[in-house]
């Protein structure tokens, strides 16, 4: 069963020649990459992308990253990402499911987890930043 | 406390402009190329590197990787990445640990795990295949 | 002025964290895979990308790329790469420009050069191979 | 002929799993990572790493690169580049050669140019900054 997500969304992308490697499948480091494309996507839904981030005060690091591979993406493929916010308190939670875009079969599972960190201190912050809830403010009235 | 591993090794790398980002650390998702390069490592203390893998016949994809972020490496930083083989039985399972050279303080833990794929088949194996207790053979003995 | 062109394409980009460095820039060598998406997109035009180069016997490597950069794209900001094939005949010449797409402004000038090699002896091919010449036919007539 | 260099040094890397292509050879792109390696291993030689750059009051960014592909480097192979300071004044050329270690065969040609500009200004720098010249100093004087 999913975690409940306050708000997704899916990204497609076409599989580069530069991502493939030597088996001819993409190699497993660059779906970081993928994840932070559709993790950017997702942020925009917020008007919190990384600039605004910052002009906010705070960076978001990822303190943790895990992936799971089922099956691998080949060249000329296209992909879907779908990224979904599933924790937004304390710290920010999103999973992520990668597809063959065609067949719809899963290719990786993973989540990344992000603290905030207060840029003039340098401090993690164990609070959600008022900046952040004022930006999902209009997703949880809905609720 | 950490696993027992039957074989360990550590590598040392400079953080390279390339690998670092607007925030002025290295991009979280550059430290799966330096698990990489550990790994290799590791690999070449049994002689089983990616070309020895597909002499023997099989491909050893990673199906789980993990990293938890404590630090931040930043440009121009030696660090060091200690790779510890802890499962060899099943599936390979490596634990990781990268430290900042200067002060031996912990920056990222990390494991990946592969599984034996047979490349005749495209089959995933599900025991030890048999060239791989071969290598490990002298370091069994050891125990 | 610029040399005649076969075939021209476009192709949009937004600029991710993970290209950019700790300039705010984007790290002038993740260029060369912006000029590869676009090369991509113009090989599709006359179907005929790295899939289908294989399936006709020949892999096409680079020889000489050049760049030269005149300024800097970054982070969320959406670029442009035009690609122009200029030579298909003993080699394929393709001149790129990427441009900031909300101002127009030229950020970066570049070409690669790409010859044929025989996949089944290795050799390099001296005469364009005809199936290069089949696939630009429909293109060729129009001139 | 070879330009004469002011200074030169020549670097040794391993080609790693992840700038390897399905084509089994490194692709062209990487090498740009290569050439910075060896870049910096040049600026080291006298005191002028980005580092050091930056507290100069100056960036140096590359203005102009280019690449002539000569032969693949493979997966395990070690290469090594040598790089040389063939131009400092107004602005800086280095020229490269990375070869295949093991047989001395010329790989990949290339070159990089950089200018100054003041940070603080943003302004490109048509004279060699002072800074420039004094850590050049010491190699000038042994001319």
């Not at 493939?20 to 494309?37: A, F, I």
Request: aromatic content about 12%; some cysteine; glycine content about 2%.
């Amino acid at each position: 069963m999913k975690a409940k997500a306050l708000l997704s969304t899916t990204t497609e992308l076409e599989v580069q020649f530069f991502d493939v490697d030597s088996m001819r499948v993409v190699w497993h480091g660059n779906y970081v990459k993928y994840l932070e494309v559709a993790r950017c996507e997702l942020l925009k839904l917020f008007d919190y992308n990384y600039l605004q981030m910052e002009a906010s005060g705070y960076m978001w690091p990822i303190v943790d990253m895990r992936l799971k591979y089922v099956a691998s993406a080949r060249l000329s493929e296209w992909i879907t990402i779908e990224a979904r916010l599933v924790e937004y308190q304390t710290r920010i939670k999103i999973e992520y499911i990668v597809r063959d875009k065609a067949t719809g079969a899963v290719l990786t599972k993973a989540h990344t987890i992000q603290v905030a960190v207060e840029m003039s201190t340098g401090e993690m912050s164990f609070n959600t930043p008022q900046c952040l809830l004022d930006k999902l403010a209009p997703f949880l009235e809905k609720e």
